[in-house]
């Protein structure tokens, strides 16, 4: 859903709990080399079939964080209190598919 480029780091990722019947819903974010902040949020389904909701571009790491609140606030209206974005562990895929290591260059 996103990729990291050289000089790019990555600034978050936070996941739902499981939804049963509908999967996980995901935001990434990573830094880019002009110091704004590039995010992805998409629904994850129990295939492993990922679906592309929404991603923008904000300045700050505040602002991320407004964009977390925003997605947290609509998954609670939608699934109730009990499903909130928290910080996840990423796995590193290539291209190819083929799994990486968690060491961040």
């Known amino acids: 859903m996103m990729t990291i480029d050289k000089d790019e ?3 978050g990722m936070w996941v739902s709990p499981d ?3 509908i999967g996980l ?3 990434l974010a990573k830094r ?3 110091g704004t902040y590039e995010w992805v949020h998409f629904l994850q389904k129990p ?5 592309h909701l929404f991603n923008g571009i904000v300045d700050t790491k505040e602002e991320l964080q407004n964009v977390v609140a925003a997605a947290n606030k609509t998954l609670s ?3 109730g209190s009990n499903v909130q974005l928290a910080v996840g562990n990423p ?3 290539s291209t190819d598919g083929s799994k990486h290591d968690d060491t961040i260059h």
């Open 32 to 34: 880019n080399v002009k």
């Open 9 to 11: 780091e990555i600034a």
């Open 25 to 27: 819903y995901k935001l």
């Open 77 to 79: 209206l939608v699934f």
């Open 91 to 93: 796995t590193f895929y």
């Open 19 to 21: 939804i049963p019947g």
């Open 47 to 51: 295939d492993g079939f990922k679906k």
